[in-house]
């Protein structure tokens, strides 16, 4: 349950309060007016408004006590949007983490984090992921809550060689919307050997048990739909031609599938799919830039359907300082997303309910170039422009329609002077 981060959140928290140590607090207070083409994502119905987002930032970081090898970091960041045109979206986003890092010797060590996100699900486009992309939901209306927890432990075996072992649980919500629910929980273990400085080599096996929301239809009500996934991956980090670093993961993959039932009626089948995620890029870093390139592939659930979903995903980073003062970065990338979701009906001949399986196939392309120029020590301006594109939308072979948002941006950033204490 998302309880659960803010749980881990609360006590991180409770322990920093309670401890004495070296603690350093940082406040920041970010702005910006953003205007859209297309605000809320329609494809029938396409709005142009703007919107004032105030983002103050709260960061609390250190040492536990006297534990020197305890090491934490809490941060707080909620946005209030304010649109100019459109009544009754106004509202408070809110993000949370925290980390802890524990060693408990010169070779092994603990680590956790939480996180917590809550955005309106009309206001998507104020969840934009790092790639650039930002969110395709079934059902627009609602909150969208995203809560997750991590445990991580990792041991040097030796100079070349290293273990790590994670377990994780996600909850993935949506209050006052048709958009499905699901929870899940995961473990991975991963083990990887240094054949000289620049080539590293290993592999890793990971597990994921995801239990989807049990829903009401016409039909009656519906059982919750259960999905395992495994991978198996080859692990390879090689950095060559003046560092330049290629990373690749990747191998086979087996989705297990229970689909729900109506309450009361036999259950459909369960299927087996052998499929391959894989992350793979190429990047370098210089003193004035720095550069990616990424292809992934891998299993998402955040889409608001009852079954699970592969994400297929390409994107091209690049950033450069031009001179003391300005610094750009350019965006651009496509993904896919394709799902095979469970759903039932009713036969309208016989009144029977039967159940049946819909995919959709969902093309998204974007990018982005900004900009930001250092006004001094503390402050900074942001401006840019962005576009995004769902090029190619299918349910069962059907064309839906398309959809087109430019988008303007202007900002300032603030970072006070960090508190010590």
């Given at each position: 349950?998302?309880?659960?981060?803010?749980?881990?959140?609360?006590?991180?928290?409770?322990?920093?309060?309670?401890?004495?140590?070296?603690?350093?607090?940082?406040?920041?207070?970010?702005?910006?007016?953003?205007?859209?083409?297309?605000?809320?994502?329609?494809?029938?119905?396409?709005?142009?408004?703007?919107?004032?987002?105030?983002?103050?930032?709260?960061?609390?970081?250190?040492?536990?006590?006297?534990?020197?090898?305890?090491?934490?970091?809490?941060?707080?960041?909620?946005?209030?949007?304010?649109?100019?045109?459109?009544?009754?979206?106004?509202?408070?986003?809110?993000?949370?983490?925290?980390?802890?890092?524990?060693?408990?010797?010169?070779?092994?060590?603990?680590?956790?984090?939480?996180?917590?996100?809550?955005?309106?699900?009309?206001?998507?486009?104020?969840?934009?992921?790092?790639?650039?992309?930002?969110?395709?939901?079934?059902?627009?209306?609602?909150?969208?809550?995203?809560?997750?927890?991590?445990?991580?432990?990792?041991?040097?075996?030796?100079?070349?060689?290293?273990?790590?072992?994670?377990?994780?649980?996600?909850?993935?919500?949506f209050d006052k919307s048709r958009n499905v629910g699901n929870k899940s929980i995961g473990a991975s273990g991963s083990y990887t050997h240094g054949w000289s400085p620049r080539l590293t080599v290993g592999g890793s096996?990971?597990?994921?048990?995801?239990?989807?929301?049990?829903?009401?239809?016409?039909?009656?009500?519906?059982?919750?739909?259960?999905?395992?996934?495994?991978?198996?991956?080859?692990?390879?980090?090689?950095?060559?031609?003046?560092?330049?670093?290629?990373?690749?993961?990747?191998?086979?993959?087996?989705?297990?599938?229970?689909?729900?039932?109506?309450?009361?009626?036999?259950?459909?089948?369960?299927?087996?799919?052998?499929?391959?995620?894989?992350?793979?890029?190429?990047?370098?870093?210089?003193?004035?830039?720095?550069?990616?390139?990424?292809?992934?592939?891998?299993?998402?659930?955040?889409?608001?359907?009852?079954?699970?979903?592969?994400?297929?995903?390409?994107?091209?980073?690049?950033?450069?300082?031009?001179?003391?003062?300005?610094?750009?970065?350019?965006?651009?990338?496509?993904?896919?997303?394709?799902?095979?979701?469970?759903?039932?009906?009713?036969?309208?001949?016989?009144?029977?309910?039967?159940?049946?399986?819909?995919?959709?196939?969902?093309?998204?392309?974007?990018?982005?170039?900004?900009?930001?120029?250092?006004?001094?020590?503390?402050?900074?301006?942001?401006?840019?422009?962005?576009?995004?594109?769902?090029?190619?939308?299918?349910?069962?072979?059907?064309?839906?329609?398309?959809?087109?948002?430019?988008?303007?941006?202007?900002?300032?950033?603030?970072?006070?002077?960090?508190?010590?204490?």
């Open positions: 349950m998302r309880i659960l981060a803010i749980s881990v959140l609360a006590m991180a928290l409770a322990t920093v309060s309670t401890v004495a140590g070296a603690h350093q607090f940082e406040f920041g207070l970010d702005q910006d007016i953003r205007v859209e083409s297309n605000m809320f994502n329609s494809s029938e119905f396409p709005v142009t408004d703007g919107v004032y987002r105030l983002l103050p930032i709260f960061e609390l970081s250190g040492r536990l006590g006297k534990l020197d090898n305890a090491e934490y970091t809490v941060n707080y960041s909620p946005s209030y949007l304010v649109y100019f045109e459109t009544d009754g979206v106004d509202g408070l986003d809110n993000r949370a983490q925290a980390n802890l890092d524990f060693r408990l010797s010169p070779k092994e060590t603990v680590r956790t984090s939480a996180s917590y996100l809550e955005y309106s699900s009309i206001r998507a486009t104020s969840q934009i992921n790092p790639d650039g992309s930002f969110d395709i939901l079934a059902d627009e209306e609602g909150d969208t809550i995203r809560a997750f927890v991590n445990l991580g432990y990792s041991r040097s075996m030796d100079a070349r060689s290293g273990l790590n072992l994670d377990a994780d649980f996600q909850d993935y919500a096996l990971s597990t994921r048990y995801r239990l989807f929301d049990s829903q009401t239809s016409d039909s009656g009500s519906i059982n919750s739909s259960k999905v395992t996934v495994s991978n198996l991956n080859l692990l390879v980090f090689y950095t060559f031609a003046k560092d330049y670093n290629f990373r690749f993961q990747g191998g086979p993959s087996v989705i297990y599938t229970q689909p729900g039932s109506i309450v009361g009626e036999p259950a459909p089948a369960s299927e087996t799919d052998l499929t391959y995620f894989m992350d793979i890029s190429l990047s370098k870093e210089e003193q004035k830039s720095s550069y990616m390139l990424r292809y992934s592939r891998n299993e998402d659930a955040s889409g608001g359907t009852n079954g699970t979903s592969i994400l297929d995903s390409v994107s091209a980073q690049f950033s450069l300082d031009l001179g003391e003062l300005w610094q750009s970065d350019v965006v651009v990338g496509w993904n896919r997303r394709q799902s095979v979701n469970a759903f039932i009906y009713v036969d309208p001949l016989t009144g029977t309910p039967l159940p049946f399986s819909q995919e959709s196939k969902l093309h998204q392309i974007w990018g982005r170039i900004g900009f930001a120029r250092r006004l001094g020590e503390k402050m900074s301006a942001t401006l840019g422009f962005s576009y995004r594109r769902i090029a190619d939308y299918e349910i069962n072979d059907i064309d839906q329609p398309k959809q087109d948002n430019y988008t303007g941006f202007v900002g300032m950033n603030y970072r006070f002077d960090a508190y010590i204490f």
